[in-house]
């Protein structure tokens, strides 16, 4: 069954979450923008591998993702639900 593994999206997440951190920190220690880039680029190579819709490959946002964690959810795009199925083997590369 093609899915989103809820482990990315938690993984995303934190990403987000330490860039922006790292990015507002780095205005005033500026080695933690070079963090913050890595941290983004990080986020942006999780994307576009794991966080698109299985169905069609179409773009969805993060919001969106975390919704569709707990509720049902349909891609914008081609219409199919996104099923998000839980895996704790994601970071081991297990698929
Ligand atoms: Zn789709």
Request: aromatic share 16%; net charge positive; glycine share 10%.
């Amino acid at each position: 069954m093609k899915s989103i593994s809820r482990d990315s999206i938690n993984l995303g997440f934190s990403f987000v979450l330490l860039f922006g951190i790292t990015f507002v920190a780095g205005f005033y220690y500026w080695i933690l923008f070079i963090f913050s880039g890595i941290f983004l680029l990080s986020y942006i190579i999780l994307d576009k591998k794991k966080l698109r819709c299985p169905e069609c490959g179409g773009y969805e946002n993060l919001d969106r993702l975390m919704y569709a964690k707990n509720h049902v959810y349909h891609c914008k795009q081609c219409g199919e639900r996104l099923i998000i199925r839980i895996t704790l083997n994601e970071l081991k590369g297990g698929d």
